[in-house]
């Protein structure tokens, strides 16, 4: 039934867990276009002011001066939120907040001046200002279904109580022409709520049918501050890949520090050829500003998940896992990059043919030249990169970089892995940054004394956690002698372990012939 379609799309679809959130490519249109509309507005209102002491002159009287001091404030307001959305950094998630928050108080200027405007007795059935906007708004501004439900309804609510406050003011209360002269705008506001449920639906089902390249997206797998992460699929080839992108108006959103980033990310994995290291296909700026790569599809867990889902790895899988990056990092140590973001959700355990627990580095969007890394550890921003509970003491203090700072953070995503506990567990970033200088962790062995963890590993992973680079393994080479040494001591991690594992936790088949 009609009215049973439009109620699910009204609240069924904002209740869900996606309701309260938006795609990455409509949150980035939804800042462009919410700095666009504040400007709009901030133009329009400051030109009212003289049309109106042209046209009103001094017959205005009160009712000028009213709308001329709200029209003052909304133009004023729109420009203080402008500039706090194009220059303090807010998060995507906060910046449209604080634009949906902007539209409530519009509706409510609108709903006020609307009463000095007509009386304070409006004409029963008459449209107001308000409703105008409601239509227009959800047009213009993507904003999540929750979201845009809540601030419809709150905004179509400024209207009837503009009009009780004005007749409150004026001492004579007419409940029968509240009721009436409220009427058009609450209705319009529902045919709003739904509108705005209906276009959203629309633009996720565009986004999601869209193509880059010779690539035609299939579905969303994952997301970021700045990019997204698309499950692709070659339009010839027909063969699956992994297509991050980051969209014109989210890299203007950024500035240029967002597209070099980008760019550095695709031109640094495309120079390494190590199997542990995720694969780059292909590269491309579409015509509306797009920047995209496309990369092998992992089929398989990160690290980060993995642990979370499953708890602490066997001591054998820890030293595989610290062999496999090992062999990535010396090609990339090599080459002078410095990878500087290496943590459990930059590592995939992956299927890879028939093999089963492959690893496999990815995400070097953090990645620079040693050359480079020793002139600049500290963003643009002014803040350290890289992931605070990862970072390197001499990344924390802004020192020179180079691979020993990559081991340092392994050392990190070993006794995460062992262990199920981070190195150090702090409030707030800066006080995480300042254990990473100052202190030295405690063993994983006495961390988590019921893993039982062989003495050759927690020496591995103290000597990756010397705060003093100089006492750290060399490069990622040493690393791998120490882990070959190691392995010869500590229990073994077998390919029938290995398939017993994927099998029971991830239900891979598993055929006898494989495991051998």
């Given amino acids: 039934m009609p009215a049973k379609r439009i109620l699910r799309a009204m609240f069924v679809e904002a209740a869900t867990a996606a309701g309260a959130e938006l795609p990455a490519d409509l949150r980035g249109l939804a800042l462009a276009r919410v700095r666009g509309t504040l400007l709009f507005l901030a133009a329009f209102f400051a030109l009212t002011i003289p049309l109106r002491w042209l046209t009103w002159g001094k017959a205005g009287g009160r009712a000028l001066a009213v709308v001329t001091v709200v029209s003052a404030t909304v ?18 998630k906060s910046a449209l907040a604080a634009g949906l928050v902007y539209e409530v108080w519009v509706c409510f200027a609108l709903a006020m001046v609307e009463q000095v405007l007509v009386g304070q007795s409006p004409m029963p059935f008459r449209l107001s200002l308000v409703a105008i906007f409601l239509l227009v708004f959800p047009l213009v501004i993507p904003s999540p279904p929750r979201w845009r439900l809540i601030t419809t309804a709150t905004c179509a609510a400024t209207a009837p109580f503009a009009i009780a406050l004005a007749q409150l003011l004026s001492g004579a209360v007419h409940p029968r022409e509240l009721v009436l002269a409220s009427v058009p705008t609450v209705v319009v ?20 049918g869209e193509a880059l390249g010779q690539y035609e997206l299939v579905k969303r797998i994952g997301e970021g501050g700045m990019g997204e992460v698309w499950e692709a699929r070659h339009a010839q080839l027909l063969r699956p890949a992994a297509v991050k992108l980051i969209r014109a108006e989210t890299a203007g959103a950024y500035g240029d520090a967002a597209r070099a980033r980008f760019r550095r990310e695709a031109q640094a994995t495309s120079a390494l050829r190590s199997p542990h290291t995720v694969e780059l296909y292909d590269f491309g700026v579409t015509d509306d500003g797009t920047l995209y790569y496309a990369m092998e599809l992992l089929d398989g867990l990160d690290l980060e998940t993995l642990v979370k889902r499953f708890g602490p790895m066997h001591p054998g899988r820890v030293l595989h896992v610290l062999e496999g990056v090992a062999r990535s990092l010396a090609e990339a140590h090599d080459l002078g990059l410095v990878h500087r973001d290496i943590k459990p959700a930059n590592l995939y355990l992956c299927r890879v043919g028939i093999e089963l627990d492959f690893v496999k580095l990815l995400d070097f969007g953090l990645v620079k030249p040693r050359t480079l890394a020793e002139d600049s550890p500290v963003s643009m921003a002014g803040a350290i990169s890289g992931t605070p509970g990862y970072v390197a ?10 691979g020993r700072a990559d081991l340092y953070s392994l050392g990190c995503v070993a006794y995460y892995l062992a262990t199920g506990k981070r190195v150090f567990h702090r409030g707030t970033k800066a006080s995480l940054l300042a254990a990473h200088r100052t202190e030295d962790p405690i063993r994983p062995s006495l961390r988590a004394p019921e893993r039982d963890i062989p003495e050759a590993l927690d020496e591995i992973i103290m000597s990756l956690l010397c705060r003093d680079r100089e006492r750290r393994p060399g490069n990622a080479r040493h690393l791998l002698r120490l882990v070959e040494e190691a392995s010869a001591t500590c229990p073994k991690w077998t390919r029938l372990d290995t398939y017993a594992w994927w099998s029971a936790h991830l239900g891979v088949e598993t055929r006898p012939e494989l495991v051998l």
Avoid at 78 to 91: C, E, G, I, M, Y
Avoid at 199 to 205: D, E, F, I
């Fill in 393 to 402: 003491p001499e990344h924390a203090a802004g020192e020179p970089l180079d």
């Fill in 189 to 208: 506001g529902v045919l709003a709520m739904w509108l705005g449920q209906v276009v959203h639906r629309l633009r996720v089902a565009a986004s999601q």
């Fill in 75 to 92: 133009s004023v307001l729109s420009l203080v939120t402008w500039a706090l959305l194009r220059f303090a950094k807010l998060p995507a």
